[in-house]
Structure formats: C-alpha cells, structure tokens
C-alpha cells in the first residue's frame, strides 16, 4: 500500500466554485408575488424558462398577476404555492413576514426557502435598517421554518428593472448566504438563469443582516442619483 509521507489519504482536490448545478427542471414559487419585488423576480425568472409559481393570500389576485406576466406563470394561494414548488422565494412586506411564515410551516417542510426580504423603517432622512431580534429577517425565517432549509438572496435588485421587458439583461451580482454549500450552489445557480446576473456566496446566515441593511444605501444612491443601482464583487 503507497500512502503519503503524513500516513494519510491526499485530500481530493478543492471543488471549483463555479461549478454549479442544472437547476431548469425545478419550479419556483414566489410568495409575495403580486408586489413589486414579487413579480419582477417572477417574470425573470420565466422569461429564462423557469416554471414558476407566484402565491398570495388570494388564489385570484395571484391568478391575475400570473396572467399579466405570462410566460406559463401560475397564481394559487400562498400554501398551494408552496405545496407545489421546489423552491420557495419569500418576497412578502417586512411587516408580515412572521405571520406568513408561520402559517405555512407544514407547507414549507423539507424545502429550500429563499428569503430576500429587507427589513426598512421610513423617515424623513430617509430609509434606515431594522434589526429584527432574531438579528435578520433571514434569521427569524430560519428561526420559524425549523424543518426548512434556509438561504438569504435577491436583496439588492431594482423591482424597476425586473418588470421592465424592454431590459434583456440585469447587470447584477447576487450576493447568497446560507449554511449548507448544495443550497448556496443551488441559489447561485438559479441566479444565474437570469442574464446578466451571477450569484456569489457571502457567508452564512449569521452575516445576513449587513446584506439586508444595504439596501437603505442603495435607497440613498437611488434617490441620489436617479439611478437602479445594484453590487458588483470585484476579483472573483
């Protein structure tokens, strides 16, 4: 038997970070997808041939956002949405986030649930960001959904751009977080399905809230500048 000189195994060489799975088999359901932020992922996210599923509290009003953006988009309520998708965007308004996630635990169960929710208070200085007790929205869904799996994305997208159709590319990075590698790929590798837009892992969920909070920065730049600013990592 030929071993090295520490009497060990070699190590098998280190995972290309961008190898990333085939992700265009899976159906993703988006809850909060009748608002901005909803829809504009939504439509993105079928227009790259994704089948997609957007939840609401009513199963019509979700239908009629489906029909406007079309692309074999479907509308049901949230908990047939997240019955029937693989997995789960969670783009509902801060204020009710909790109660959403609460009631769809069971539903939830055993899925992979993206959270790019961004926790904002409004002033006249402008946005300013929340930090939620259990330290970030990403955080408190992890915190509620014990038999999901959770990952942080999509924080920093203009709701602008995505809705536009006259737009073919979102020149964006996605900055992911979560705590298992295969769910990170995954999220990465979903978003880049949408052109123009490259997923890079940024830690676990612990270092969710300083990816959240910058989007009051980007608020700021926005108002600034008259702009849809969005990230870009350099050297990677």
Request: proline share 5%.
């Amino acid at each position: 038997m030929t071993t090295n000189d520490s009497g060990s195994a070699p190590k098998p060489p280190a995972k290309d970070p961008w190898d990333l799975p085939d992700v265009s088999g899976l159906t993703v359901g988006v809850l909060g997808g009748t608002g901005p932020q909803g829809r504009g992922l939504a439509y993105r996210f079928a227009r790259a041939g994704q089948k997609v599923i957007i939840g609401s509290r009513a199963a019509d009003r979700a239908q009629a956002a489906a029909d406007e953006l079309g692309h074999g988009v479907e509308g049901a309520d949230n908990a047939e949405c997240a019955r029937r998708s693989d997995v789960v965007i969670v783009a509902v308004p801060w204020d009710g986030h909790a109660k959403t996630l609460e009631s769809l635990r069971d539903e939830l169960a055993g899925k992979l649930v993206i959270d790019c929710v961004n926790p904002l208070g409004f002033d006249k200085k402008g946005a300013y960001a929340l930090k939620p007790d259990e330290g970030s929205a990403a955080e408190q869904a992890a915190a509620l959904l014990p038999e999901s799996r959770v990952a942080a994305a999509f924080h920093h997208l203009s709701a602008v751009l995505l809705q536009d159709e006259a737009i073919e590319e979102i020149d964006t990075d996605v900055l992911v977080l979560g705590e298992a590698r295969a769910d990170t790929d995954l999220v990465q590798a979903l978003a880049g399905r949408i052109p123009g837009m490259r997923g890079v892992f940024a830690g676990r969920l612990r270092n969710a809230h300083q990816v959240e909070s910058l989007v009051a920065n980007l608020i700021s730049v926005n108002r600034r500048y008259k702009a849809h600013a969005g990230l870009r990592t350099t050297d990677v």
